[in-house]
């Protein structure tokens, strides 16, 4: 190898072992590799070899030239290391033996579950909207077109209390106001009613895994005109889907409720085995969710909209079914026990 490619590069080295700032190592950098720099001045000077010797001193220049080039990205990774120690051992010290602070709190995860569902509906234009969890029978039943001894109360006892109201025991009982405070801007300015109601229900109910005298719901409507049960899987579908991050399908079945008309039973395909079969789905492939149909002629017209122009669907979402199926919650007396050893397992996994 020449000569002065042996030197300059024990010049090279020579020169970078005394570097101790960034600074100083771009100023190495430039007088080695710049446009003026010794390298690139060697490689200048080959125009006096011969063609045999320019192949040679031109390729152990730049074999020296991409040696110069790595050392210098090595230097400045270790200069950056060594800044960062600097900087952390200039911090404040802490005790070590402290015990860390560990009773940070978790949210529930039907609060999980409601929030994402909030979310979604929200981004589709859906509002939110709080109800109260005393409610009248009117709202409860005979805005619902179920009227006083109509069997449907049967699977509806709930808790009374003495001046005549009760406790909701499903979250369709805030239908009839949500009609009254948006059926103005329906019918004077064509705004679509959209809102999801979620909230915490009660029923006379002997409790076992799967059944709990007080559970949630979110119920959603949407009333326009020209509203079909195809918006009804639209919505249902992107929702969960979102909620349990995976194309999730979606099939009616018919049901029987007396506020709506057709009324369907919606089932998802089994977050297990996909649709497949497997002992979760009862081998059928498919998990009962969600309630919902057509809103009733008599419901709009209770809530002061005329059915022969608009129409609606509605659902009601049990909300603690679905946190029960999203977190795989066996038994549902977990979710109201109260017990932060199992219900702080759950964090926002946003
Ligand atoms: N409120 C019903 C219940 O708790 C569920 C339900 C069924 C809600 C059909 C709806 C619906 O909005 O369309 O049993």
Redesign the pocket.
């Known amino acids: 190898m020449d000569e002065r490619i042996v030197s300059l590069k024990a010049q090279f080295e020579a020169d970078l072992s005394k570097i101790e700032n960034v600074a100083d190592l771009e100023g190495i950098r430039v007088s080695y590799l710049g446009k003026k720099g010794s390298i690139t001045d060697l490689l200048k000077g080959m125009k006096d070899l011969s063609n045999e010797e320019k192949k040679a001193f031109g390729q152990d220049v730049n074999i020296l030239k991409n040696e110069a080039t790595n050392r210098i990205a090595e230097k400045m990774q270790e200069l950056k290391e060594k800044e960062i120690e600097k900087e952390i051992n200039s911090m404040p010290s802490f005790d070590v033996s402290m015990p860390a602070s560990l009773d940070r709190g978790s949210y529930h995860p039907i609060t999980l579950v409601q929030r994402q569902c909030e979310a979604v509906f929200r981004s589709m234009g859906f509002n939110v909207e709080d109800y109260s969890e005393v409610v009248t029978d009117y709202e409860c039943f005979e805005a619902l077109n179920i009227p006083k001894h109509h069997p449907a109360r049967d ?2 006892d709930t808790y009374y209390l003495e001046n005549g109201q009760l406790l909701k ?4 009982a805030a ?1 009839n106001a949500i009609y009254k405070k948006y059926k103005d801007a329906l019918i004077n300015d064509g705004t679509p009613i959209k809102a999801i109601f979620p909230g915490r ?1 009660f029923r006379n109910e002997a409790t076992d895994a799967c059944h709990e005298n007080t559970f949630f ?1 979110m ?3 949407m009333v326009d005109k020209d509203i079909s049960i195809s918006n009804l899987i639209f919505f249902m579908k992107t929702m969960l889907s979102e909620v349990f991050r995976k194309d999730i399908n979606v099939r009616l079945r018919p ?1 029987f ?1 007396p ?2 008309e057709p ?1 369907f039973e919606l089932d998802i395909s089994c977050l297990i085995c996909g649709g497949e079969g497997c002992p979760s789905c009862k081998h059928s492939g498919w998990l009962e969710l969600c ?3 057509m ?1 009733h002629p008599e419901v709009l017209k209770a809530g002061g909209i005329d059915p022969e122009e608009y129409t609606g ?4 979402l049990g909300l603690t079914r679905l946190a029960m199926m999203k977190y795989g919650v066996k038994d549902i007396r977990d979710l109201n026990g109260g017990s932060l050893k199992s219900l702080s397992q759950f964090t926002d996994d946003e």
């Open positions: 699977m509806q025991s499903h979250t369709s239908q229900c719901q119920e959603g409507v049901g409720f506020f709506v009324g309630p919902c149909g809103i669907f509605a659902f009601g």
